[in-house]
């Protein structure tokens, strides 16, 4: 059996502990959360890891083929097609999805100083509670800029304009996907669902004083839908919840 242990670290793999968490109640492995113990090492982004008996696992790719070839695969019963819609469906939530996300918790200043700052500081060790939050504020942004600010989008206003507008074409596109089923690829969930979920869950639950994307979300009733059930069968605690 595969007896993991998963370190997280309080930066922006928020989304990949959603995700990843997800993913292991799905498959049925037996994952353990817990915050890694050296912040330096987090705030350098050698996190996620995953950690067994015997081995040691980095990046979130590998961590899903290691748990595949343990047995723990979500994706069994999915067709050659299904696969190939499931990457492909990835890549949209990262292009599309992940620069909104990213601006709303850590560059949008109301969210950042009410919420997301406040939070993170308050489980971050002094004195890197006073340093960490804004250099993953930062980082955030420089990632943002580097992959969005682009000719014709050189000024940031017009970066952020773009990537909301892409954020919630992307969410329309996976709520006209999922329609009425209960998860993307039938009854039974699969890789791309602990994706999707982890993403919009953390979106979803949290509570912002600026809602532009959450409030986007909110209005597709059956993505709101699918993050509750999962929520619901899955986790004992909601991901807003701590």
């Not at 989304?15 to 990843?20: I, K, M, P, S």
């Not at 109640?25 to 090492?41: E, Q």
């Not at 990262?94 to 109301?110: C, G, I, M, N, R």
């Not at 999922?178 to 869950?201: E, H, I, M, N, R």
Request: with cysteine; aromatic share 12%.
């Amino acid at each position: 059996s595969c007896s993991a242990r998963w370190h997280r670290a309080l930066s922006l793999n928020v989304l990949l502990q959603t995700l990843f968490q997800a993913y292991a109640k799905f498959s049925g492995a037996p994952l353990k959360v817990s915050v890694v113990d050296n912040t330096w090492r987090g705030s350098r982004g050698d996190v996620p890891i995953l950690t067994t008996e015997d081995n040691i696992v980095s990046q979130p790719a590998k961590i899903l083929n290691f748990l595949r070839k343990q047995k723990y695969n979500a994706d069994y019963e999915l067709s050659a097609k299904q696969g190939a819609d499931t990457l492909a469906y990835i890549a949209l939530l990262e292009e599309k999805l992940l620069p909104a996300v990213l601006h709303t918790f850590w560059v949008e200043s109301d969210n950042y100083f009410t919420v997301t700052k406040p939070w993170f500081a308050s489980r971050i060790p002094f004195p890197l509670s006073l340093i960490l939050p804004g250099r993953m504020s930062k980082g955030a942004l420089n990632r943002i800029i580097l992959t969005r600010g682009e000719p014709p989008l050189y000024h940031l206003r017009e970066v952020e304009a773009q990537i909301y507008r892409d954020a919630k074409e992307c969410l329309n596109l996976l709520s006209n996907r999922l329609g009425t089923s209960q998860f993307f690829f039938g009854d039974s969930p699969s890789t791309l669902d602990a994706y999707v979920f982890g993403f919009l869950a953390p979106l979803y639950k949290v509570r912002f004083p600026k809602v532009q994307l959450q409030e986007h979300l909110k209005q597709l009733s059956n993505l709101c839908r699918f993050c509750d059930d999962i929520l619901n069968s899955y986790f004992r605690l909601s991901v807003g919840d701590g």
